[in-house]
C-alpha cells in the first residue's frame, strides 16, 4: 500500500482538476472496485451522479473526495482505497481506455477521472462524514473525517498532530518501536519503508522496546519520519515498480534517495557496514548492524 507521501502526491494532483468539478456520469467497470459499498453498484452511481466535488483530503495513507449532492446543504465521503496497484488518473474522455480500468467518473468539463487497479486489491465507497475522534488540542479547529478512518491517529503533516501525545502514547505501548510506527492508531502515514528510513537516521534498531526508550528518543524518530517523508514527497514519492504514479501517469524518484530500505548487501551510506535485512510481520526490515544495533 502506498504510505503517505504517494498518497499526498496523487491528492494533491486530484485537487488541481477535479475540486469544484461535477460528476456527469459514473460507470463501474468491475465489481470489486466498489465491494467495500456494501448497498452495491448500483447505488453507488446513484450517489455519486450529480455530485460536486468540494475537496480531496487525506489522512496518513488514507484519502477521500468530499461530495455534495444536488439541491443538498450535507457533505459526504467518497474514500478512496489504492490498495497495492491502485492509480487516480486524470484523462481525456477520448484516450484509451486503460486495460485495468475500475471505475470512470465522467467529469462537466470533459474529461474523466479513472480508478486503475491492475491487482483489484483497492477501491471505492461511499462514507459518512463524522465528527473526528481525535480532539483537536492543537489547532481548536473541529474536524469531519470518514466513518472508517475515524479512529486513525493524525499524521505529522496534519494540523492537528500533537507530537508530543504521540511520543507519550507510543512510550505507554508495550511494543517494538518499529510496530509502533507502523501502527496507525499511535501515528499514520507510516509505513515500512519510511519506518525503516526514520530508524535509519535515529540510529535505532526496530525490535528496540518502546517502554525503554526515552522520550527524547522517540521524539527523534517521529521528527526523522516526518523529516524523510517530506522529503519524499518533494521527490514525488518513491516508485519501485509503474504501479504507483501521479494523476499523470508519473512515477516518483525518491527510491533513489534511500538509505535502509530495500539496500541489503550494500554498504551503509554512514559507516560502511553491509546492511541487512531481517523478516518483520511478513514484510522486511532493512537496518545497519553497527549504527543499529539490535537488543540482546
Known amino acids: 500500500m502506498p504510505e503517505l507521501p504517494e498518497v499526498e502526491v496523487v491528492r494533491r494532483g486530484l485537487a488541481t482538476h477535479v475540486v469544484g468539478r461535477t460528476v456527469a456520469a459514473i460507470d463501474v467497470l468491475h465489481p470489486r472496485a466498489v465491494r467495500r459499498h456494501v448497498a452495491g453498484p448500483i447505488d453507488f452511481r446513484g450517489q455519486l451522479s450529480g455530485a460536486r466535488i468540494d475537496s480531496v483530503n487525506r489522512r496518513g495513507k488514507y484519502?477521500?473526495?468530499e461530495l455534495r449532492a444536488p439541491r443538498s446543504a450535507d457533505a459526504y465521503?467518497?474514500?478512496?482505497h489504492l490498495g497495492m496497484s491502485g492509480q487516480m488518473l486524470i484523462n481525456d474522455a477520448d484516450a484509451?481506455?486503460?486495460?485495468?480500468a475500475r471505475i470512470v467518473a465522467d467529469l462537466d468539463d470533459g474529461r474523466q477521472l479513472r480508478f486503475i487497479d491492475q491487482r483489484t486489491f483497492g477501491g471505492w465507497m461511499v462514507?459518512?462524514?463524522v465528527d473526528d475522534a481525535w480532539p483537536a488540542a492543537v489547532t481548536g479547529e473541529s474536524v469531519r473525517v470518514p466513518s472508517t478512518i475515524a479512529h486513525i491517529a493524525p499524521d505529522p503533516f496534519d494540523p492537528n498532530y500533537d507530537r508530543d501525545d504521540a511520543v507519550a502514547r507510543?512510550?505507554?505501548?508495550?511494543?517494538e518501536i518499529k510496530r509502533a510506527l507502523l501502527d496507525q492508531t499511535m501515528v499514520s502515514g507510516i509505513g515500512n519503508i519510511y519506518a525503516d528510513e526514520a530508524l535509519w537516521r535515529a540510529r535505532l534498531h526496530g525490535r528496540r522496546a518502546t517502554a525503554r526508550l526515552s522520550r527524547a528518543q522517540v521524539a527523534e524518530v517521529l521528527d526523522h519520519a516526518a523529516a524523510v517523508m517530506s522529503d519524499a514527497l518533494a521527490q514525488g514519492g518513491t516508485s519501485f515498480d509503474d504501479l504507483y504514479v501521479n494523476v499523470n501517469g508519473e512515477s516518483g524518484y525518491f527510491e533513489r534517495s534511500l538509505n535502509a530500505y530495500g539496500r541489503e548487501g550494500e554498504p551503509c551510506r554512514r559507516c560502511g557496514s553491509v546492511m541487512r535485512r531481517e523478516q518483520f510481520m511478513?514484510?522486511?526490515s532493512f537496518s545497519c548492524p553497527r549504527c543499529q544495533r539490535a537488543p540482546r
Open 77 to 80: 465521503a467518497v474514500v478512496v
Open 127 to 129: 462514507d459518512d462524514l
Open 63 to 65: 484519502m477521500w473526495l
Open 170 to 175: 507510543i512510550r505507554r505501548r508495550d511494543t
Open 96 to 100: 484509451e481506455l486503460q486495460t485495468h
Open 282 to 284: 511478513n514484510r522486511s
